[in-house]
Nanobody
Framework: QVKLVESGGGLVQPGGSLRLSCTAS????????MAWFRQAPGKEREFVAR????????DYHDSLKGRFTISRDNAKNTMYLQMNSLKPEDTAVYYC????????????WGQGTQVTVSS
């Protein structure tokens, strides 16, 4: 497993932008598929986006395409989530997760960072 730490959350007005970061410990970051999930109050955790080991492939929740962009910098052991045109319904705790190459589930999770979209 790898230790993950999210940062960059906060309060933003509707229509604003935030960039979340997820920094991993260890030297094997580039071998993990990485993803962002979020959980809003009273709701189940949902998938946001994922990125392949070298960043060549990305996938998004259909409702977020065009507003959110996932990326990674393996030299910095860091993954990012650029969020634009934020809406109140984007308010949630955002978690990053890592999946080992042979795993079928995400086995490492960060502690989460709060994103609140409100005027």
């Amino acid at each position: 497993q790898v230790k993950l730490v999210e940062s960059g959350g906060g309060l933003v007005q509707p229509g604003g932008s935030l960039r979340l970061s997820c920094t991993a410990s260890g030297s094997t970051f580039s071998t993990y598929t990485m993803a962002w999930f979020r959980q809003a109050p009273g709701k189940e955790r949902e998938f946001v986006a994922r990125i392949s080991q070298r960043g060549a492939r990305t996938d998004y929740h259909d409702s977020l395409k065009g507003r959110f962009t996932i990326s990674r910098d393996n030299a910095k052991n860091t993954m990012y989530l650029q969020m634009n045109s934020l809406k109140p319904e984007d308010t949630a705790v955002y978690y990053c997760a890592a999946k080992e190459p042979i795993a079928t589930m995400y086995t490492s999770w960060g502690q989460g960072t709060q994103v609140t979209v409100s005027s």
